[in-house]
């Protein structure tokens, strides 16, 4: 199972192109497709980043449409499409609503994408937050912080190593159902959980194998992590293998002729290292990185940039 220990700070992308909100996607984006998420994706790879990431909508409301756009690239065929084009990054979902569908219909999905990808795959999940999507497929949105909780218990049967997984709930139940081929991770691909609500919070302590924040502030992440290492201990979960997450600020290495935004970290190697090593000084362990860039190119050379004169300062 892939796993981002203590120790030292990895860092990882969620991809531009696939999902472009208006609250991060940048202008070249609109006009951007496969080519440039390729170029982006063999940079992260050929760089040293830990992860792709790759958000889920399956159809987004007129009304969220001006904020969110209606662009949404599928997790599973846009990370497959990564996974050949690749060989060490690690394919992260962040986060598949899997309340919306069957957990052997997800399994089903990202196992075969495991396997396709020899073990690469890190299956983030989380509550989904449009009412309409839900209502589109009969899903039950009021109740989806429940479902979430059981589809999370019932995947990781469904992603274990038996060819005939079992599983009894509430709402979900399979037997004597077989599905290959298997992932190739074993006991299961980890799944990490998403969200920054307590709920989610709790959920990810007790249920995941890690924890994907949501844009909190670093001054909100402390008591998040130290609640749960307290829920994990409380539950004896604290011997396991468990990956802290946090979204950084933009990041924009060297000095920009362009204004990056107020909020964005830049300027020398060091300082932006010294900035990020105060995550590790939380407790976490990965990194969500998210480049300021005006085109597909400067990007992909901010990324290099990071990899030679960043990174090997985080250690």
Request: proline fraction near 7%; aromatic fraction near 8%.
């Amino acid at each position: 199972m892939l796993t981002y220990p203590s120790g030292r700070l990895s860092y990882g992308i969620q991809l531009p192109v696939q999902s472009q909100s208006t609250l991060y996607a940048e202008p070249w984006e609109a006009t951007a497709g496969p080519a440039e998420l390729l170029a982006v994706a063999r940079a992260a790879d050929r760089h040293g980043f830990a992860y792709l990431a790759c958000c889920d909508h399956v159809a987004i409301p007129r009304r969220l449409a001006g904020a969110m756009s209606t662009v949404w690239y599928d997790p599973v065929a846009t990370l497959s499409f990564l996974a050949a084009a690749t060989e060490r990054a690690a394919l992260l979902s962040h986060v598949a609503v899997v309340g919306l569908r069957h957990p052997l219909a997800t399994a089903k999905q990202y196992a075969t994408l495991d396997h396709l990808s020899g073990g690469r795959l890190i299956l983030g999940v989380g509550a989904g937050h449009v009412r309409e999507e839900f209502e589109a497929l009969g899903a039950d949105f009021a109740a989806r912080g429940a479902v979430l909780d059981e589809t999370v218990d019932a995947l990781k049967a469904a992603l274990g190593p038996d060819e005939f997984p079992v599983w009894q709930g509430a709402r979900f139940s399979f037997s004597g159902l077989g599905q290959r081929p298997r992932p190739a991770q074993r006991p299961r691909p980890p799944l990490w959980v998403g969200g920054s609500s307590p709920a989610a919070v709790r959920r990810a302590a007790l249920r995941g194998d890690g924890w994907l924040p949501q844009g909190d502030p670093r001054e909100a992440l402390a008591a998040k992590i130290e609640r749960i290492r307290r829920l994990r201990g409380e539950a004896r979960l604290d011997g396991q293998p468990f990956t802290v997450g946090a979204l950084a600020e933009p990041l924009y290495v060297g000095r920009a002729n362009w204004d990056v935004g107020r909020r964005t970290l830049t300027g020398a190697p060091g300082a932006i290292a010294e900035s990020l090593r105060a995550y590790q000084a939380l407790g976490v362990t990965q990194v969500q990185l998210r480049f300021r860039a005006r085109s597909a190119d400067e990007l992909t050379d901010q990324m290099e940039l990071y990899a030679q004169q960043v990174a090997p300062l985080l250690d």
